[in-house]
Structure formats: structure tokens, C-alpha cells
């Protein structure tokens, strides 16, 4: 079992910044990959970003590859995302997840195939 706690959304004007922080706890958070998803009112949940277990292969949206950077820290259980030149559209609540993976660079980008999710953290971009 995994807990993951979300923290660090807020309301930001566009153009602007936020960091994204998920806190795992429980059972080797270390040894799940990591990913990063949004959900906006009335869409689907969106796939943003998924980071390996070593942090060593990472993944993008293509609607975000170039504005946000997700990274880990193991020794802190932590993952975190960067998110640069906010639009409107990226108003949403954000998801971090953890998939089991038996290889340091797996990577997940489908979100059935994560076995655990946080509350989320809403982030809303004023334009």
C-alpha cells in the first residue's frame, strides 16, 4: 500500500508558475513509477508526465512537454512538477500516481494501469 499526498496548487495568473509536490508514503515508494495527471470539469483525466523509478526516463503530454518538468527524489519519497507559463486551459485538479514497476525505466502513461492515486490539488490559472 501507498499513500500519496498532493500539495502546492493554488490560483496563479497566466503566464506564471507552480510546483507541484507528491509526498508517498508506505510500502517502497521508491520502487513504483510516478505520474503526474490533471482533470479538468467534464474531461477526462489527462496523462501530464510519468517519471521512472530512478528518475532516469521521463515522459511528456505533448501539450505540456515544453512547459512542465516532472523529477523525484527518492531519499525525500517525493515527486514534483514543475510547471512553467500556466494558461487558462491548464486549469484543473492534479493527480500524482504510483504504478508498480519491476524496472528502473518503466514508465506509464495509461492512468487504469496505476494502482494508487492521491486526493488531487487544484490549480486554477487566471487569464
Known amino acids: 500500500q501507498v499513500q500519496l499526498i498532493e500539495s502546492g496548487g493554488g490560483l496563479v495568473q497566466a503566464g506564471g508558475s507552480l510546483r507541484l509536490s507528491c509526498a508517498a508514503s508506505g510500502r517502497a515508494p521508491s520502487n513504483y513509477a510516478m505520474g503526474w495527471f490533471r482533470q479538468a470539469p467534464g474531461m477526462e483525466r489527462e496523462f501530464l508526465a510519468t517519471i521512472s523509478r530512478n528518475g532516469g526516463t521521463t515522459r511528456y503530454a505533448d501539450s505540456v512537454k515544453i512547459r512542465f518538468t516532472i523529477s523525484r527524489d527518492n531519499a525525500k519519497n517525493s515527486v514534483y512538477l514543475q510547471m512553467n507559463s500556466l494558461k487558462p486551459e491548464d486549469t484543473a485538479v492534479y493527480y500524482c500516481?504510483?504504478?508498480?514497476?519491476?524496472?528502473?525505466?518503466?514508465?506509464?502513461?495509461?492512468?487504469?494501469?496505476?494502482?494508487?492515486w492521491g486526493q488531487g490539488t487544484q490549480v486554477t490559472v487566471s487569464s
Open positions: 500516481a504510483a504504478v508498480a514497476a519491476a524496472l528502473r525505466n518503466t514508465i506509464q502513461e495509461v492512468p487504469r494501469m496505476y494502482n494508487y
